[in-house]
C-alpha cells in the first residue's frame, strides 16, 4: 500500500481531472472517514465508562441522616386521596361538566 504524503494529495488535486488520481482521493477519504469515524466512537466509549464511574461513585453515597423518615400510612393515604381527587376534577373538566 502507498504511504501517505500531503505532496502526493496535492499533485492529486492538481491532476483531478484524470481518472487515475480518482483512487488516490477516495483512498484518502476513506481513511479520514475511518479515522474520524474510530474517534468518535473511542470518544464515545470514554465519556460512557466516565460516566458510569460517576453514577457508581453517586449511587454508594452516604446514607441519608438518621433525622429523615419517610412517610406514615396516613399520610400517604392523604396524598394518594388528593392525587385521586384532581384527577377526577380534571376529568370533569375534559368531559365538559
Sequence with gaps: METFSFEKLKKAYTLRHEP???????????????????????????????????????????????????FNKEQLRTIVSAFEKRQTEFEGMMSGE
Design 20 to 70: 487515475e488520481q480518482y483512487v488516490r482521493f477516495a483512498r484518502t477519504f476513506w481513511v479520514a472517514l475511518l479515522f474520524v469515524t474510530s474517534v468518535l466512537i473511542c470518544a464515545g466509549l470514554v465519556f460512557g465508562a466516565w460516566q458510569f464511574v460517576f453514577l457508581r461513585k453517586s449511587v454508594n453515597a452516604s446514607p441519608p441522616p438518621a433525622g429523615i423518615t419517610g
